[in-house]
């Protein structure tokens, strides 16, 4: 039995970031990387599974990034993972959620899980598509935003809830295998210690090129993408003020200001 | 015999030869049991793990007796109680003494070498002081007595904080039966060897070496005197020394062979835990050996046989259980259930002949015996019960490292886990941005030096609380413009400092103090200085205490002293005393750890205030609340919060202005006091820096701190 989980290190603002020069991300060394919250979650209830479950169960990390991730992926390792797989090609630079999901899904058919979990979304993109897409690339049922589940290792189909609009809950049966996406506040994700973490940097971390998956250049980057950043940007501050007086004033200046705008001298 | 020379202490005379022999038969049965009894302590003990103590055996000996003669642990905070037990431990060492001196000449010296020394003037003089002794040992008995009957000690209750009424070992009533054994016991010794010294000088009253010194003895004396105005005869008195002396005899030797099945055992175990004693054993917390499978304490074996005997040392007396912060605010903690639980634990599984399965060797639980994760998690390892225990036993690092075992299981409170990670991803437990750590310099009027970029002589580790918390900011910049003002040559470490580490360890956390220990001493040793100032008594304890065991090795001062010798050079002077009545807060991490007593009262002396001490300061100064990582957790709603209670007990103090403070955390935790306790507006919190910068006229940022 066996269960992947797509995990992603993403990036957090440190104070005073500063755009990169090409304007479309934000300069490296602003960033903090850390383990997507999401994923987070999605661990544990693959974990959660794997330690209830009476038969052998494996949970094995999966995440496309460059070599700085591994250490999202000791974390992950460090609490409870079975194995990590870290799918890296310079290609790769500049893929969007498709491209990411076309690599997840030739490693799902690799690994051949009974299951593929994915956080509903990465805090840094906010696409909410990748798991969705992968879903799609290997033609698997998927689901969206799960808050509940009930699986057992193994069995040919899953029952998960999700929350709707209006305080209704959505009891639905899916079979397996399925790419499901994990909702914040599943579960109370476990406390990974720094031993734990130090101990996992024993742990190999299997390291897999494109041409390993039996995929080509084109597939990912640019080329492989449906979608492409054109820039990333600050928006102008809105600007608002309270306008004091009594109605006649407050007519005078709002006026003013509209004039303003407009561009008219006055 | 010759009746005139030979004064001596009537043994078995008329005894038939049966029952001597049954006596010594009885006899070697006791020193048997009581052998027995000592092996299986021993044993249970080095079911420990191993653990090699640092120092000199003769000094730990020399210590440990010093201790014991002078009573000296035992008679803090508790006179009346050192006292009665110094007359008992004295009253009964003579007279244990005088008992083997007898056993020795009649059993050894006497049979192999014919030599006799019990008779004559040393006999007489001999026979005095034990009776003196015997009145000593009584009278601190029945004290004693009195203190458990009718005194009615909270200290002395054994009703638990972690257990509710009704379950079985919610106030260990055989406890209390075992006290009362125990001084009925040693009570009614006392009483029966007078009535039987009594009974005896009744018995031999024809007989003028007996007789004519009779008043050497003079309660026994006394009472052969009120026992013949009675009427009893010689021949009455030989009936009654015969009964007397079975009874007296057979309960002595019963005591003697339940010693190490017993209270009693803390003769022997409380002297030994004093031997053992680590001066340090809640300021430097122990590192995990690297080749411990798992960290921190999970089983009853996983303690060492240093703690193991710790927790035999334990007497009860409820000291630790007075003075502990957690407990006094209804917490489910007592230092004193933690140590007992653990020891009934050892008791029932490391006795036995086999070990038990590792299964039931589990002392993390809510069962008889175990501990609780909610009773480890209330601790604030403020050290009160370490400081106050007088027979050493270390309570703190036995809670620390049962935390370690939770910490790895990931069992605390949300919270806390929020706060561990953000540590480890910033280095500091405001999640803040580690180039934001030096952001409070930017507001002074002057540059502070880059410690890593340029030498200087002071190195001031800033810490979290100081170096990110908006209130405790100002104070910071305002120690900056005293230290400017002073003259002095000084730097910080900028964004390479990272949280000293100090609540971290506390936690339980030992691998992430040990990533922020190893990155500040390497940030340190990156920066050329002469000495380390701190404002933070946390940071100051660890890096004191713990990070020479990692290597970094420093000179480093609280800022209280620091600032106390600019004044002593005439760096700073006062321009004008305040004249504020105040009362000072000692700082577990500056006061208990460090004994930092003086420097912050002489520094309130030297900027003119009266300073009105609370009952509870110095060694016995009531924690805020804050320590080993509780400024992390939330205090449960509705309870009153350690911090409120040490308010209350400030606004006692008639007239009180001030409330100083000398710990950034503590400026946190009691002006939020003060108003929860609706005290705001009748005196104020203050940081002693504070204060300082009020006597102090500082020119250069005058617009800054205005």
Not at chain 2, 493 to 516: F, I, K, P, Q
Not at chain 2, 627 to 643: L, N
Request: aromatic letters at 10%; glycine letters at 8%; a neutral charge.
């Amino acid at each position: 039995m066996k269960i992947l989980v797509a995990v992603k290190q993403v990036a957090a603002l440190d104070e005073d970031f500063e755009i990169r020069e090409d304007g479309r991300d934000v300069e490296e060394e602003f960033l903090v990387r850390d383990l997507n919250e999401w994923d987070d979650y999605s661990l544990e209830e693959a974990v959660k599974i794997k330690e209830s479950s009476s038969d052998p169960v494996e949970v094995v990390v999966v995440s496309v990034a460059p070599e700085e991730a591994d250490e999202s992926l000791r974390k992950c390792l460090a609490k409870g993972a079975d194995r990590a797989i870290r799918v890296w090609d310079d290609g790769v630079e500049g893929s969007d959620s498709v491209a990411i999901a076309r690599v997840l899904a030739a490693v799902a058919k690799a690994e051949g899980p009974d299951m593929l979990f994915a956080g509903v979304q990465s805090s840094d993109q906010t696409f909410a598509s990748t798991g969705i897409a992968t879903a799609a690339f290997l033609g698997w049922p998927h689901a969206a935003v799960v808050s509940s589940l009930d699986y057992s290792p193994g069995a040919k189909s899953a029952v998960f809830r999700r929350e709707l609009e209006g305080g209704l809950l959505h009891e639905v049966e899916i079979q397996c295998p399925a790419v499901l996406t994990i909702q914040l506040g599943i579960n109370t994700p476990r406390y990974a210690s720094l031993r734990s973490i130090k101990q996992a940097a024993a742990k190999p971390i299997e390291v897999k090129t494109l041409a390993d998956l039996a995929l080509s250049a084109g597939d990912v980057g640019e080329s492989g993408s449906h979608s492409r950043v054109r820039r990333m940007y600050i928006p102008d501050k809105g600007r608002a003020q309270l306008i004091e007086g009594d109605a006649a004033t407050q007519a005078r200046r709002l006026a003013q200001i509209i004039r303003e705008f407009k561009g008219d001298a006055t | 015999v010759s009746r005139t020379d030979a004064v001596t202490r009537i043994l078995f005379e008329a005894f038939p030869t049966a029952e001597v022999r049954l006596f010594y038969a009885l006899g070697y049965t006791a020193i048997g049991i009581f052998c027995w009894g000592v092996y299986v302590q021993i044993r249970k003990y080095r079911r420990g793990t191993a653990l090699a103590l640092p120092g000199s055996v003769r000094a730990r000996v020399g210590d440990m007796i010093g201790k014991v003669l002078s009573h000296r642990t035992v008679d803090r905070r508790d006179h009346a109680a050192g006292g009665a037990h110094r007359l008992i431990f004295y009253g009964f060492a003579l007279l244990f003494l005088g008992t083997a001196t007898i056993t020795l000449q009649y059993d050894i010296l006497e049979p192999l070498f014919g030599i006799r020394f019990w008779q004559g003037k040393f006999y007489l003089i001999f026979s005095l002081v034990l009776d003196i002794a015997g009145v000593a040992m009584l009278g601190g008995l029945l004290y004693m007595m009195y203190r458990r009957g009718w005194m009615k000690l909270p200290k002395l209750d054994y009703a638990r904080p972690d257990r509710s009424p009704g379950d079985p070992d919610f106030d260990r009533p055989q406890y209390r039966r075992e006290d009362w054994a125990f001084l009925w016991t040693l009570v009614i010794i006392g009483f029966t060897g007078y009535f039987l010294e009594a009974a005896r000088l009744v018995w031999l009253q024809a007989r003028p070496d007996v007789w004519d010194t009779r008043w050497w003895s003079p309660v026994g004396a006394a009472i052969a005197e009120g026992l013949g105005s009675l009427g009893l005869t010689a021949h009455g008195g030989g009936v009654l020394r015969l009964s007397l002396w079975w009874f007296h005899g057979l309960l002595a030797l019963i005591f003697i062979a339940l010693i190490p099945f017993t209270k009693v055992k803390h003769i022997f175990t409380a002297a030994a835990s004093l031997m053992v004693r680590d001066p340090l054993a809640a300021q430097r917390l122990p590192r995990v050996p690297e080749a411990q499978a798992t960290p921190g304490i999970s089983k009853i074996t996983d303690f060492t046989w240093k703690q193991l005997l710790n927790l035999d040392a334990c007497t009860k007396c409820g000291r630790c259980h007075e003075a502990c912060p957690a407990r006094a605010v209804g917490a489910p903690l007592s230092p004193r259930d933690v140590i007992l639980s653990l020891r009934e634990f050892a008791n029932a599984t490391l006795e036995s002949g086999t070990l038990p399965p590792a299964a039931e060797l589990e002392v993390h639980g809510k069962s008889p015996g175990q501990v609780a994760m909610e009773t480890l998690w209330s601790c604030r390892t403020c050290m009160a019960c370490v400081e106050i225990c007088p027979v050493a036993v270390e309570h703190v690092p036995i809670i620390v490292q049962m935390r370690r075992k939770l910490v790895e299981d990931g069992a605390m409170d949300p919270l806390l886990t929020k706060t561990l990670q953000t540590i480890h991803k910033t280095g500091n437990s405001f999640g803040e941005s580690k180039r934001k750590r030096g952001a409070w310099t930017k507001v002074l009027p002057f540059k502070v030096k880059d410690a890593r970029k340029e030498p200087v002589d002071v190195l001031w580790f800033v810490g979290d609380y100081a170096s990110f918390d908006p209130r405790n900011q100002k104070v910071t910049q305002i120690f900056a413009a005293l230290l400017h003002e002073a003259g002095v040559d000084f730097g910080i470490l900028y964004d390479g400092e990272s949280n000293a580490g100090n609540d971290v360890r506390r936690v339980g956390e030992e691998g992430l103090y040990e990533v922020l220990a190893e990155s500040n001493i390497s940030a340190l040793a990156g920066a050329t200085f002469n000495t380390i100032v701190t404002t933070d008594p946390h940071s100051y304890n660890t890096i004191r205490n713990e990070y020479p065991d990692f290597g970094g090795k420093y000179e480093i001062q609280h800022y209280t002293s620091f600032l106390k010798k600019l004044f002593a050079d005439g760096k700073l002077e006062v321009g004008r005393p305040l004249g504020f009545r105040t009362t000072f807060h000692d700082p577990c991490h500056l006061g208990r750890f460090n004994k930092g007593y003086e420097a912050p009262r002489d520094l309130l002396r030297i900027v003119g205030c009266e300073l009105v001490d609370m009952k509870r300061s110095r060694d016995n100064s009531f924690c805020c609340g804050a320590g080993g990582g509780r400024i992390w957790i939330p205090d449960p709603v509705g309870s009153e919060k350690p911090a409120q209670n040490r308010i209350r007990e400030a606004a006692a103090i008639p007239g009180l202005e001030v409330y100083v403070v000398s710990c950034p955390k503590d400026l946190t935790m009691f002006e939020d006091a003060l108003k929860t306790t609706g005290n705001e507006g009748k005196f104020v919190v203050k940081e002693l820096i504070e204060l300082v910068r009020e006597a102090v006229p500082v020119r250069q940022a005058q617009a800054l701190l205005a």
